[in-house]
T-cell receptor
């Protein structure tokens, strides 16, 4: 059983297209995140949701729109893709975003390449 | 200044060596600290949490120095399988909510 699963694993698309990445966690966690890992391997937080409510939006372009239909799912939609959006996008979840020592579990990542 | 900073390495060490990584953080309100391991083209996975009193898990020892705002990871008797990128992560209140922030990672290559 995969705890945090993302689809697709690979995504190659042309500039200007719109694409979505889906994430689901079966851990019963309250908090879910999207991170972006660029070519320099820096893992940067983009969004965080707690019980379907957006709690962190880290100055991400509004072309990126997260959606959480329920606390087990957090999807990421990207409009008008640009070359600079090429990166690996990781979904993660944790038991309680406000708790101490609540580790985050990561999905396998979605490798997005914009050509 | 980045919120969490690490020496990017790479650290190239022979098997059996002891290697230490340091990580500094800027938010004095940080409350929780972690070391994650990330293998090439894989997701980060928790290696260990870092407790105030320091903690050890087999060959791995983590230390926290709140006064100087840094955490460390010591790996003894390095194995080839330890080759990976080690990410420091810090959770703390910032802007009204708790954020889990990662350093850029330190790459370790253990050779025979």
């Amino acid at each position: 059983d995969t705890a945090v699963s993302q689809t697709p694993k690979y995504l190659v698309t042309q500039m200007g297209n719109d694409k979505s990445i889906k994430c689901e966690q079966n851990l019963g966690h309250d908090t879910m995140y999207w991170y972006k890992q660029d070519s320099k391997k820096f893992l940067k937080i983009m969004f965080s949701y707690n019980n379907k409510e957006l709690i962190i939006n880290e100055t991400v372009p509004n072309r990126f729109s997260p959606k959480s239909p329920d606390k087990a799912h957090l999807n990421l939609h990207i409009n008008s893709l640009e070359l600079g959006d090429s990166a690996v996008y990781f979904c993660a979840s944790s038991q309680d975003g406000s708790g101490l020592y609540t580790e985050a579990f990561f999905g396998q990542g979605t490798r997005l390449t914009v050509v | 200044r980045k919120e969490v900073e690490q020496d990017p390495g790479p650290f190239n060490v022979p098997e059996g060596a002891t290697v230490a990584f340091n990580c500094t953080y800027s938010n004095s309100a940080s409350q929780s600290f972690f070391w994650y391991r990330q293998d090439c083209r894989k997701e980060p996975k928790l290696l260990m949490s870092v407790y105030s009193s320091g903690n050890e898990d087999g060959r791995f020892t983590a230390q926290l120095n709140r006064a100087s705002q840094y955490i460390s990871l010591l790996i003894r008797d390095s194995k080839l399988s330890d080759s990976a990128t080690y990410l420091c992560a810090v959770k703390g209140w910032s802007g009204g909510y708790n954020k889990l922030i990662f350093g850029a990672g330190t790459r370790l290559a253990v050779h025979p």
